[in-house]
């Protein structure tokens, strides 16, 4: 072997490909190749050994190999061999197809079930095409998804409704430039696989929040190969002067608890990738943490966890071009031994990070665990999602009694919670609506959440909406009840185009898209979250 240096995943050279994978405690580490049909063609043992990594080269390999990972080792405290689940590589640039949760085709032998890693070549013509680079004073941010956005637009082609390409078809561009935004921030396009329980119930995990591969572009967005047509989408939506924020999550994966599915980072390195409560003598292992509320947590304190994240951040900015991320429950990713840090290693890495230091930073600023909520308390250069400014404007123009004085405060920037000369105006990302809770027509037609469809006797969602139906529940013909919810809607998006802060804005506020008063609709891959153009 040439060199000291083994980059993770696989990197194509002249001859063939390295391999190589982070497998701390393991015996061995098995890479299976497969064909197109994904039958297994090879077993190969990784022959390097450097540390706690395994690698390997393949001659003969090429852009397009599907292939896949079997960890062997010896029970040990926190660790979770086993060689009969199949393993997407943490460092897949490709998956082969959407993951889909199947219970019997994942018991015993795994491989019929896990999507495919794929070897990716990185080659693509950006035609010159370089990055908008929105000056923080004239940023506005539009939040949409992939999939919602164009599935029922007439004007793109059926083949690319709901697509990449989709976003990036001449009609939704001159769409979103109407508008006068700078910046689409998409809901997650990193690959993910819906909850067992909602495959039970025959819904589906439409907005993405539960990843299974970080560098890997969600194959169910694509019309024919996710990698390509996502650069596409960027380059064009650049071409436009438009920049593309992705909305990522690190925080937890489709992993779950302890009696989850074995998908990637849980037969590699249980122990290190996740953190868990605190047992009588350290970490009781059967027990993960889950300060998300999503069954898991992921561990940055851990320094593979950190650098997984990291390697993907950059990978997103450097080799798909992206402008800024916006961080699913931030809090989490900054815990040190349980406890939020704002000068924690994460933060210390982000901004020490020549490529990283230099994109749009946006933190949701809370997670369910213990002293969670942290809003006003990340590092200067980051954004906030500012939920403050949102339940005051809705309180406001509902006309609750004494918001005054707390209207003025959001409407110059919440100095309160970003402190003048410590923080820049920007800071606070100002919104009425965003993809949980109601949309900005629901807000002015329903009184109550109306979450049926999913499952949950309408207990799941937001309970406190701060919104006001105007006197009928629901769509109504009352010509006096619609002119005041048309007031309303203007009163607010008024009050967000002239508050100090970068304003963001929900995808089909702007043409009264309504979700039938479903303030929770993650499950919905349907007309209810889908954007309806007419």
């Not at 080659?123 to 919602?148: C, L, S």
Request: hydrophobic share 35%; with cysteine; net charge negative.
């Amino acid at each position: 072997e040439k060199g000291q240096d083994h980059p993770l995943g696989a990197l194509l050279d002249e001859t063939g490909c390295h391999f190589c994978v982070w497998a701390p405690q393991s015996d061995k580490v098995e890479l299976c190749l497969f064909d197109e049909q994904e039958r297994e063609l090879a077993r190969l043992e990784l022959p390097g050994r450097r540390g706690q990594y395994r690698f390997g080269h393949v001659r003969g390999v090429k852009a397009g190999q599907r292939y896949g990972y079997r960890v062997h080792g010896t029970s040990q405290e926190g660790m979770l061999f086993d060689p009969d689940k199949l393993l997407i590589d943490p460092y897949a640039k490709a998956l082969s197809r959407p993951t889909h949760w199947d219970d019997a085709l994942y018991q015993g032998d795994s491989a019929a079930m896990v999507a495919k890693s794929v070897v990716v070549d990185d080659a693509f013509d950006w035609q010159g095409v370089g990055k908008p680079a929105i000056e923080p004073a004239r940023t506005f941010i539009y939040e949409t998804h992939v999939k919602g956005f164009t599935r029922q637009h007439q004007g793109v082609p059926s083949e690319l409704r709901g697509t990449y390409l989709g976003i990036c078809h001449p009609l939704i561009i001159e769409h979103l430039k109407s508008l006068g935004i700078t910046s689409v921030q998409l809901m997650p396009v990193a690959a993910f696989m819906s909850e067992p329980r909602l495959e039970q119930l025959g819904l589906t995990n439409y907005w993405g929040y539960n990843p299974i591969a970080f560098f890997a572009p969600e194959p169910r967005y694509a019309a024919q190969e996710a990698v390509a047509e996502f650069k596409t989408m960027v380059r064009e939506l650049h071409r436009a002067g438009l920049e593309v924020i992705l909305d990522v999550v690190y925080n937890h994966t489709a992993e779950s608890g302890f009696d989850g599915p074995m998908l990637s980072f849980k037969g590699f390195d249980n122990a290190g990738y996740y953190a868990f409560e605190a047992g009588a003598h350290g970490p009781d292992y059967t027990r993960h943490a889950n300060v998300t509320g999503c069954g898991n947590s992921v561990n940055l304190d851990h320094p593979n966890s950190l650098r997984l994240v990291l390697d993907a951040l950059r990978y997103w900015v450097t080799e798909m071009q992206v402008d800024g991320f916006r961080f699913d429950l931030a809090v989490t990713l900054a815990r040190e031994a349980g406890e939020f840090d704002p000068m924690g290693a994460f933060f210390k890495a982000m901004m020490a990070d020549p490529v990283l230091a230099r994109v749009k930073l946006i933190a949701e600023p809370w997670d369910i665990g213990p002293f969670g909520y942290r809003l006003g308390q990340f590092p200067s250069q980051w954004l906030e999602i500012n939920d403050r400014y949102r339940d005051t404007v809705r309180a406001f123009w509902r006309g609750d009694a004494g918001k005054m004085g707390d209207f003025a405060t959001r409407l110059v920037g919440s100095r309160d919670l970003f402190p003048k000369n410590w923080r820049s105006p920007h800071t606070s990302v100002n919104y009425l609506c965003y993809h949980d809770g109601f949309t900005l027509e629901d807000l002015v037609s329903y009184n109550q959440r109306h979450n049926q469809a999913n499952g949950e006797d309408n207990r799941d969602g937001h309970g406190n909406n701060l919104s006001n139906n105007h006197g009928v529940e629901g769509p109504t013909l009352d010509p006096r009840v619609n002119n005041l919810r048309q007031q309303q809607k203007r009163n607010l998006i008024a009050t967000l185009l002239l508050s100090q802060g970068t304003p963001h804005f929900l995808a089909g506020d702007e043409m009264g898209r309504s979700q039938l008063g479903n303030n929770n609709a993650y499950c919905q891959d349907n007309q209810i979250s889908w954007v309806n153009w007419q």
